[in-house]
Nanobody, 126 residues
Framework: VQLVESGGGLVQAGGSLRLSCSAS????????IGWFRQAPGKEREFVAR????????YYADSVKGRFTISRDNAKNTVYLQMNSLKPEDTAVYYC????????????????????WGQGTQVTVSS
């Protein structure tokens, strides 16, 4: 499956952005999707994930209450709505997909995902 992120940009602190992750080349509803981010000089970190049906979501503590992940399987797209953005949210954001079922897992580890997009830059100014 191929993934393409879009929606990044420059926004002031307190503002909002909505990222999209569009998929092609596979049966989209078979994949759990995660969002990760990587800031300069830092390791890639987990942001949020959603299960195959969209009925279960999980967030990193740093974004809980501010970010919302959702999916539209009819459009082969996952969204990340980001509100109340902070300068520390500045990073390249990546979406990733996995078709593997990990029992009892939060799917918050990068190596659990098999397919990655190219990333989209989010910059939050203070």
């Amino acid at each position: 499956v191929q993934l393409v992120e879009s929606g990044g940009g420059l926004v002031q602190a307190g503002g909002s952005l909505r990222l999209s992750c569009s998929a092609s080349g596979g049966t989209f509803s078979r994949y759990a999707i995660g969002w990760f981010r990587q800031a300069p000089g830092k390791e890639r970190e987990f942001v949020a994930r959603i299960n195959r049906s969209g009925g279960y979501t999980y967030y990193a503590d740093s974004v809980k209450g501010r970010f919302t992940i959702s999916r539209d399987n009819a459009k082969n797209t996952v969204y990340l709505q980001m509100n109340s953005l902070k300068p520390e949210d500045t990073a390249v954001y990546y979406c990733a997909a996995t078709g593997t079922y990990y029992s009892g897992s939060s799917y918050s580890t990068a190596n659990q995902y098999d397919y990655w997009g190219q990333g989209t830059q989010v910059t939050v100014s203070s």
